[in-house]
Nanobody, 125 residues
């Protein structure tokens, strides 16, 4: 099994930055696609960013140019650097692992096998 533990959320002013981390257990991390999703109150969970096992990144249009996803396989950790945060970015952010991923990053929730507990990101002045 894979356990995902997220951290790094908090309160930030518009235009500020946060770096989310997701630490994964297990030995399958290096071969798994990893994704970040977010869900605001009353809204459905949406894809934010993903990184394949081979290191290729995919981003939602709403965060392109502002967010950067990366992974450190030696530390079994995936990161989401969020810059230029906007109030619309406020949500609970979840990391997920797609153990059976292909070369392409999955942008829907269904393919992901494991999920973290979520970390709250609040953007307010």
């Amino acid at each position: 099994q894979v356990q995902l533990v997220e951290s790094g959320g908090g309160l930030v002013q518009p235009g500020g930055s946060l770096r989310l981390s997701c630490a994964a257990s297990g030995r399958t991390f290096s071969s798994s696609g990893m994704g970040w999703f977010r869900q605001a109150p009353g809204k459905e969970r949406e894809f934010v960013a993903g990184i394949s096992w081979s290191g290729f990144n995919t981003y939602a249009d709403s965060v392109k140019g502002r967010f950067t996803i990366s992974r450190d396989n030696a530390k079994n950790t995936v990161y989401l650097q969020m810059n230029g945060l906007k109030p619309e970015d406020a949500a609970v952010y979840y990391c997920a692992a797609d153990v059976d991923s292909s070369l392409r990053v999955a942008v829907q929730s269904t393919p992901y096998d494991y999920w973290g507990q979520g970390t709250q990101v609040t953007v307010s002045s």
